[in-house]
């Protein structure tokens, strides 16, 4: 039976041995009621991560996002977000299903940035007639632009914008500290110029569940009644704590290794003739079908044991993580580079 590579997403990787241990020996509490003293260290450690006062923790990246869009505005209010965001794209419509909110997107630029003309342009004031512009979301690294890192400037002048208009900032940052080892920047510089920031411990740090939202006391105060609102006051949830605290003292300073592996593979793939990936800037490689059909390709890759997910038109996506050593980027590619000479034989 030949192993699985699977690279379809960072979120797939198992605990390890020294995580399940943490998790196992975890002292819990009810974090519902506050006391959960696991939980509490995290949000502590989380919010220190990333510069900001508070931090609450949630469920899923998803569930952070929607809590940040509920906090910042009232349904009815206007958030300017990028076209291939994660939060306009992936999640379900949230934004305007749960918060209530009239989205206003701007094309992402192939950087993950939006054109600053195009943001100033865009943001209006409540009269009237239209709703107000309250709340700008960025995301760092951005997914859907092949995990472009942005730097701090960019964050910094798009931000500086909104908030001189008098909007709020939400950072995804469901990958702030690929952004920031790719970069050579702290996590904390880069949500500097946001008001809050949200993270996943469950994609490149490895943890199987969690995010953390990030904010000042007074926001993340707030934002606690959301999360219970959405059914995300969890228990005893330090047990969940324990494997992101494991993953913020263990697995930040390897992510390096996922990237140079990204850029590994992604450098196979262009020398194989059907396929042109982008450059990528961390572990997420976003690559072009120059010839036949993406789903065909996965398919086929799937067949031999190597797992990846289509990304858009003519497009797939391989993400690397703490389970792809460099010995099993190799073997993908071997595998891959069979494929492609039966493909032309
Ligand atoms: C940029 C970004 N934000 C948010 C999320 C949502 O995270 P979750 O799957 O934990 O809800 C993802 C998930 O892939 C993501 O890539």
Redesign the pocket.
């Known amino acids: 039976m030949t192993a699985v590579i699977d690279l379809r997403?960072d979120?797939v990787t198992k605990p390890t041995p020294g995580m399940r241990a943490a998790m196992a020996a975890a002292e819990v509490g009810d974090d519902v009621f506050g006391d959960d003293p696991t939980v509490n260290l995290l949000e502590a450690r989380a919010a220190e991560a990333v510069g900001k006062e508070a931090a609450v923790f949630v469920?899923?990246?998803?569930?952070?996002?929607l809590v940040a869009l509920l906090t910042h505005t009232n349904p009815g209010d206007e958030v300017i977000l990028g076209d291939q965001?994660?939060?306009f794209q992936?999640?379900v419509g949230g934004v305007a299903r749960v918060a209530g909110l009239v989205t206003r997107t701007l094309a992402n630029l192939p950087d993950g940035t939006i054109d600053p003309a195009e943001l100033r342009a865009a943001i209006r004031p409540e009269t009237i007639h239209s709703p107000g512009s309250r709340l700008l979301c960025l995301?760092n690294?951005?997914?859907r632009c092949a995990g472009a890192a942005l730097p701090p400037a960019a964050v910094g002048e798009l931000a500086e914008i909104a908030r001189r208009r008098g909007l709020a900032v939400h950072l995804?940052?469901?990958?702030i500290f690929n952004a920031a080892a790719a970069l050579g920047v702290t996590a904390a510089e880069l949500a500097a110029p946001c008001d809050s920031v949200?993270f996943?411990f469950?994609?490149g740090l490895g943890a199987p569940v969690g995010?953390v939202l990030c904010g000042s006391r007074e926001f993340v105060a707030r934002a606690r009644r959301f999360r219970k609102l959405l059914g995300g006051g969890m228990r005893q949830a330090g047990v969940l704590a324990a494997a992101a605290l494991y993953a913020l003292e263990h697995h930040i300073e390897r992510l390096p290794e996922d990237h140079k592996h990204a850029r590994r593979l992604a450098e196979g793939l262009a020398t194989l003739g059907p396929f042109r990936p982008l450059p990528p800037q961390t572990n997420i490689v976003v690559v072009e079908a120059l010839e036949g059909r993406v789903d065909d390709w996965i398919a086929a890759f799937a067949a031999e044991g190597v797992l990846a997910v289509a990304f858009g038109p003519g497009r797939f996506r391989m993400v690397t993580h703490l389970d792809v050593s460099r010995a099993d980027v190799d073997e993908a590619l071997t595998r891959i580079s069979r494929i492609v000479g039966a493909a032309h034989r």
Do not use: F
């Not at 469920?59 to 996002?65: E, H, V």
């Not at 995804?172 to 990958?175: F, I, K, N």
């Open positions: 997403s979120t469920p899923s990246g998803t569930m952070a996002n965001s994660h939060i992936y999640e995301e690294t951005h997914n995804d940052g469901a990958r949200s996943c469950s994609k995010s």
